[in-house]
């Protein structure tokens, strides 16, 4: 039951693009601005550090913005949401703590997103042919085991979360 709340608060974070519009925004650090919101897509312009922007909207990890140069692309960890302080209250400390965000500006948390809008959920359709595609990467242990030697891998016990109750 606590899972599927968890899950339901955060499809409706990553879904949550449209409540972004229209928000100010503050450069963290140089970023380029992109014609649309790909890692590969053309450079349209340079965003300095501190440049105040307006957020128009979300798409995955990136904002769409318009600055005083142009209008294009930014990643959204590269803007705060809000106005630049150069120090902040304790409040605002806790608030950056749940952004992802805390101190000098530093990212302190990554997305983690793949950056399917609604649109792309509501028009996925099964495809088989992909799936088999998906399931050819698959290995078994002894294989993967040779990989991880020949690249010089080590593994690292860590504690499994408990199962969910």
Known sequence: MKTMRWLLALNALLLSGALHAAESGTALKSDDIKAEPFRDAKTVAKLATGDKVEILKKDGGWYQVKSAKTKG????????????????????????????????????ATTGIRGLNEEE???????EAELKRAESYATNKNTAAKFAASGKL????FDYLPAPK
């Open 73 to 108: 692309w930014v990643r959204m960890l590269s803007i705060r949401k809000g106005a630049a302080t150069k120090s902040g209250s304790s409040a605002s400390g806790l608030l950056a703590l749940g952004s992802g965000r805390a101190g000098t500006g530093k990212v302190v």
């Open 154 to 157: 080590t593994a690292r016990p």
């Open 121 to 127: 959920l509501k028009a996925a359709k099964f495809d």
